[in-house]
């Protein structure tokens, strides 16, 4: 679904990735670890057409995406949810739902994708009129992916779902994830800062140092080899 052939991009004249490739196969759940600074987020954004494509290229279902816009990616199927929990914050419950349809120019089609996204979420049903900024963190990490899915995309990029969410909301926030993945089909890279328990969901692990790729298979293989796990954040 997803390739990255030998992809070099970076900030102004700053260089951040140095021939990163990585392949993602349809329904998926890819964990992309890595010390700060490691070049995990600039691939995302890189996928998604936030960053250029210095060199090389980035395929998604056939079709290459270096001159891609964000919006283009989002009717494709692509969608990108980044970290901090962003979402319109003085809006309700309902109208960041519309906003995640806004490309969807029929508006039976935009209520189907809503609902089909509430049906994930059940509390968000509750909050409809509630305006998102008085959500809880976890409240807004489900409205953040329900926003997602009102396009029913077939590749999610996640970027620290997890961030800023007690250990309980952290477990339930994957459950979510793997909850995606396993009833809708959806294909997941995620970038995640909590290696031990994104570990237990994905099916298979990329590690970045400085802008490269160090290893890529098994989160189980990975976790046999202590040294190995530890020189990921050496």
Same mark, same amino acid.
């Given at each position: 679904m997803l390739e990255v052939t030998s992809l070099v991009t970076g900030y102004g004249n700053k260089q951040v990735l140095n021939g990163v490739s990585l392949d993602i196969a349809p329904g998926e759940i890819v964990a992309l670890i890595g010390h700060n600074g490691a070049g995990k987020s600039t691939l995302l954004k890189a996928v998604f057409g936030l960053l250029p494509v210095w060199e090389r290229q980035v395929?998604?279902?056939?079709?290459?995406?270096?001159?891609?816009?964000?919006?283009?990616?989002?009717?494709?199927?692509?969608?990108?949810?980044?970290?901090?929990?962003?979402?319109?914050?003085?809006?309700?419950?309902?109208?960041?739902?519309?906003?995640?349809?806004?490309?969807?120019?029929?508006?039976?089609?935009?209520? /189907?994708?809503?609902?089909? *996204? !509430?049906?994930?979420?059940? +509390? $968000?049903?509750? &909050? =409809?009129?509630?305006?998102?900024?008085?959500?809880?963190?976890? /409240?807004?990490?489900?409205? *953040? !992916?329900?926003?997602?899915? +009102? $396009?029913?995309? &077939? =590749?999610?990029?996640?970027?620290?779902?997890?961030?800023?969410?007690?250990?309980?909301?952290?477990?339930?926030?994957?459950?979510?994830?793997?909850?995606?993945?396993?009833?809708?089909?959806?294909?997941?890279?995620?970038?995640?800062?909590?290696?031990?328990?994104?570990l237990k969901i994905c099916h298979r692990v990329c590690c970045l140092k400085l802008g490269k790729v160090t290893y890529i298979g098994s989160p189980d293989e990975l976790e046999s080899d202590p040294n190995r796990l530890r020189q990921v954040f050496l």
């Open positions: 395929v998604f279902d056939g079709k290459p995406l270096n001159s891609s816009k964000p919006r283009d990616l989002l009717r494709a199927g692509l969608a990108y949810i980044p970290q901090g929990n962003r979402v319109f914050t003085d809006l309700t419950v309902r109208e960041n739902l519309e906003v995640g349809g806004v490309t969807l120019s029929d508006k039976q089609k935009r209520n /189907e994708g809503i609902d089909r *996204a !509430l049906s994930m979420f059940p +509390v $968000l049903k509750e &909050r =409809l009129r509630q305006r998102a900024g008085t959500l809880s963190g976890g /409240e807004k990490q489900m409205l *953040a !992916l329900a926003n997602a899915l +009102v $396009l029913s995309p &077939r =590749l999610l990029l996640l970027d620290e779902p997890s961030l800023g969410l007690s250990p309980s909301l952290v477990t339930e926030a994957f459950g979510r994830i793997q909850q995606l993945n396993h009833d809708n089909g959806v294909t997941i890279l995620i970038v995640e800062q909590k290696v031990r328990e994104v």
